[in-house]
Each structure stands twice: as structure tokens, then as C-alpha cells.
């Protein structure tokens, strides 16, 4: 069975930049869809990006693009968001998730595909 537990999060300054981990066991990320949501004190939680199998496709959500990268290392079994130039706003708990499905593609609007969740790890953007 399926389990992610992300790490790297912490204190960061704006304008800093910070990685995410999401280290998988259980089972081979290969197969799997991974996606980065986040949770700031008093939001719903939004999506940020995905990743597909091959690691050819990915998405961003608008506040982060072109300052977020996602990516997977298939020999360590891991996702990874590169976090720079990091504002106040990208507060919040950031938690990696899983979809069992085969895809070129991948979309972040719909949670509840997501059927495997990690713990979470806090990220606060502050001076």
C-alpha cells in the first residue's frame, strides 16, 4: 500500500526558496499521478501542480508558474517542488498526493481523484 510523507518545509524569507520532498513506500511512484496541494490557516485547500508518469507533463497553478517546479526522481521513488522567490501568500501546509492512473496529463481542479495523501509539511513565508 501506498504512503507519502513529505518533508522540507520550515521558515523561509520572501524572496527565499525552499524544497519540498514527497518520498513514497509501499509501492512504485511509476504508477502513479503526483500532485502538490497546500492549505493556508483559514482556505480551502487549492492544488499547485502535478506531474505526470513520464514526468513530460506537468501543471501550475497561476499563483505559482513560473516560480514553483515540480519533478520526480523514479530511482529515489520521490516528487520534489522547488519553491522560489517564495511570498507570504504561499503560506501554508503543503501536502503531496497520489492518482493510480497511467496518464500523459494531469489537473489539480478535482481533490478527490487523489486517492493516497501524505502527512503534510508546513511552510511559512515570513521576515
Known amino acids: 500500500q501506498l504512503q507519502l510523507v513529505e518533508s522540507g518545509g520550515g521558515l523561509v524569507q520572501p524572496g527565499g526558496s525552499l524544497r519540498l520532498s514527497c518520498a513514497a513506500s509501499?509501492?512504485?511512484?511509476?504508477?502513479?499521478?503526483i500532485a502538490w496541494f497546500r492549505q493556508a490557516p483559514g482556505k480551502e485547500r487549492e492544488g499547485v501542480s502535478c506531474i505526470s508518469n513520464s514526468g513530460a507533463s506537468t501543471t501550475y497553478s497561476d499563483s505559482v508558474k513560473g516560480r514553483f517546479t515540480i519533478s520526480r526522481d523514479a530511482a529515489k521513488n520521490a516528487v520534489y517542488l522547488q519553491m522560489n522567490t517564495v511570498e507570504s501568500e504561499d503560506t501554508g501546509v503543503y501536502y503531496c498526493a497520489a492518482d493510480e492512473v497511467i496518464s500523459d496529463a494531469c489537473g489539480i481542479n478535482w481533490q478527490l481523484m487523489y486517492e493516497t495523501w501524505g502527512q503534510g509539511t508546513q511552510v511559512t513565508v515570513s521576515s
Open positions: 509501499g509501492a512504485s511512484l511509476e504508477k502513479y499521478v
